[in-house]
């Protein structure tokens, strides 16, 4: 049961409609900054955008940019989490995102929406891909971070595991650090999720932290 609950919170990651007109400032478009570091592109949803929560700091990018700073790692972390966007809103925006700063790690947290609405999970694969295909183009590219995410379970056993395997294959195939699945330790438990059972409290937000962390510092002491 606990790992039905797990997995059904990470497929219903975004029960928000996509309504980017009304997005608070977790949610829109990054800015660009006259801060010139190189960056840790936070590419994702409401759970990147930090839906729910009272500021955008409290939100685990704002998170990681505190351990940046304490590890003396000279980087500017970038939310450009949106809430209720798919892998084809992500893959539309990875050209802009990618020309107005100079990204050291692109995090990718992507795919709980098209788990959600049933989307093929071969697609999905394709535009995650699609993604990574047009970080490589940068000179020098991007190091690679992807987030793992779960899809419903009834959605029947096929898809779950057809879904799953989206992100082992693709890290795997692309040379990027995996977070096997970004709610690990959060997902289903109430005391660290809102009231909607789905998005991370600042509590939860303190683990998903961690669980990115564990994986980004491995892959920046390389």
């Not at 759970?47 to 304490?70: M, R, V, W």
Request: contains cysteine.
């Amino acid at each position: 049961m606990a790992v039905l609950v797990a997995s059904a919170a990470a497929g219903c990651a975004d029960r928000t409609p996509d309504v980017r007109q009304d997005a608070g400032p977790a949610e829109a478009e990054p800015a660009v900054s006259g801060d010139r570091r190189p960056v840790v592109l936070f590419l994702g949803t409401s759970l990147t955008a930090g839906y729910g929560l009272p500021t955008p700091d409290l939100a685990f990018p704002a998170l990681i940019q505190a351990k940046l700073d304490s590890a003396g790692h000279n980087l500017r972390v970038v939310n450009a989490g949106i809430s209720g966007e798919s892998s084809a809103g992500a893959l539309a925006r990875i050209d802009w995102l990618m020309e107005q700063e100079r990204v050291a790690v692109l995090v990718v947290e992507t795919g709980a929406n098209d788990g959600l609405r049933g989307q093929d999970p071969d697609s999905v694969k394709a535009r995650i891909q699609a993604i990574f295909d047009r970080a490589r183009q940068e000179n020098p590219p991007p190091k690679l971070v992807l987030a793992g995410m779960e899809a419903l379970p009834n959605l029947g056993r096929v898809y779950v595991r057809r879904f799953r395997e989206i992100y082992p294959a693709l890290a795997r195939a692309n040379g990027a650090a995996l977070v096997p699945f970004l709610l690990t330790d959060v997902a289903g438990v109430d005391s660290l999720n809102q009231g909607d059972g789905i998005h991370p409290t600042a509590a939860g937000q303190r683990v998903v932290a961690e669980n990115v962390w564990r994986v980004l510092e491995r892959v920046l002491s390389r």
